[in-house]
């Protein structure tokens, strides 16, 4: 739809990864770092995690793309709960390798025979295993025992591991992962974009469907932009994708933050935006180092933020209806002066200042209910604070 609007040659801001739309990031330039050191290496288990849309998916797209398939040979899977059986016939499809049994002991013989094969014709094998989180214990085994298979002294199979924060967390801390733990050569975790990088990336993606300019955005929608989405790619491409098709439907040649903040009380009421706070860097500290008086921060609950959200969205239309306000005042102090004026052609019709007058009593009962809105947010806020302090106080 905004496509055919705007000019587009395709969607810009799909969800789904695409290779074409790869935008190299700060954070995406280190991971990419820690890819290329740890593929150099030849061997081992490489770790990426980050937050659910933080591009891990689109990151492992573009390296697919751009891998030399006449040296390296790469399978992807994406798990689910899946038990280490399971997952062994997983990867055996995922390399196109048929087994001459269903049993664990004959799918794990062909695929041995497979990565031979493989590394007799000078190729080396990549599986990238996505969603990680999703493991048992059991197929997590399994991953690391196929990282056991060799030719001579030559490591047969390296593995990419794709998961969320809490993998991080159970791969560190979990006390039967020990060994596949000590496998791990490279391990870093994918931040969100700066916030300078945020009108960069939206340019670009516009760049690659042929966007001249059209539809111009206001620099203040970035920022906002930013405020909402913390730097999460998906995010913001859900946002944006919401944009367009509403300046598609109005016919609008600039997307402002008036628009924004339509687009963000949208999604929030519907449920379709879970907005977070700014990740913070997660880091396992000795329990003895501790003080006894520490006691853990209680996240802040889903209606807290949905609260500050429409927050967010009711000031920006406060802004908006604020300007709306100067500039019919002024209109109405314009007009007032022509009907007073003593010639009768130049006087206005009293069905003008009537409805101007209207229209500022519209606009001022709107801020008055705008402002009442704020006020019961930023009390729930307070509550929820007070709530929490006292809740720390009575441990």
């Known amino acids: 739809m905004f ?8 969607r810009p801001f799909q969800l789904t990864p695409d290779p074409a739309f790869y935008f190299e990031s700060l954070a995406h330039r280190k991971a990419l770092s820690y890819l290329g050191y740890g593929l150099a290496q030849g061997e081992g288990f490489i770790v990426i995690t980050g937050e659910v849309g933080a591009g891990k998916s689109t990151l492992v797209a573009h390296l697919m793309a751009t891998i030399d398939r006449l040296r390296l040979t790469a399978a992807q899977i994406v798990t689910s709960k899946l038990d280490g059986e399971e997952l062994v016939q997983l990867v055996a499809q995922a390399f196109g390798v ?19 094969d493989e590394a007799r014709a000078g ?24 990282s056991n298979f060799q030719l001579g002294s030559h490591p047969l199979l390296q593995i990419l591991l794709l998961g969320q924060p809490e993998f991080r967390d159970s791969l560190q801390g979990h006390p039967q992962l020990e060994q596949l733990r000590q496998r791990v050569i490279a391990a870093h975790h994918l931040d969100a ?47 944006v994708n919401r944009l367009l098709i509403l300046g598609a439907v109005e016919q609008r040649r600039r997307i402002d933050g008036v628009m924004l903040a339509q687009v963000l009380a949208e999604l929030t009421a519907d449920g379709g935006l879970q907005l977070a706070p700014p990740p913070v860097e997660a880091r396992v500290e000795p329990v003895a180092a501790a003080p006894q008086s520490y006691k853990p921060q209680a996240a802040m609950p889903s209606d807290a933020m949905v ?8 000031l920006v239309h406060r802004d908006a209806q604020i300007a709306e306000l100067q500039q019919a005042v002024i209109e109405l102090a314009n007009q007032g002066d022509l009907a007073a004026t003593p010639s009768g052609e130049a006087a206005v019709p009293d069905g003008a200042l009537a409805a101007l007058q209207l229209r500022l009593d519209t606009i001022e009962t709107k801020m008055v209910e705008q402002d009442r809105t704020i006020r019961h947010t930023l009390t729930m806020l307070i509550e929820w604070i007070e709530r929490e302090e006292a809740n720390r106080g009575s441990r």
């Open 98 to 116: 048929q087994s001459h049994g269903t049993e664990k002991a004959s799918t794990l013989g062909a695929i041995e025979a497979f990565l031979h």
């Open 3 to 10: 496509d055919n609007f705007y000019g587009f040659s395709g």
């Open 193 to 239: 974009m700066e916030p300078g990088e945020l009108e960069p990336y939206i340019s670009h993606r516009l760049a690659v469907v042929g966007w001249n300019g059209n539809p111009v955005f206001d620099q203040r929608v970035f920022a906002e932009l930013y405020t909402a989405t913390h730097g999460v790619p998906r995010r913001i491409n859900q946002i």
């Open 123 to 146: 190729r080396r094998c990549l599986l990238v295993v996505d969603e990680s989180q999703n493991l048992e214990i059991s197929a997590l085994e399994e991953l690391r025992m196929l």
């Open 307 to 314: 609260s500050l959200a429409q927050m967010e969205a009711a």
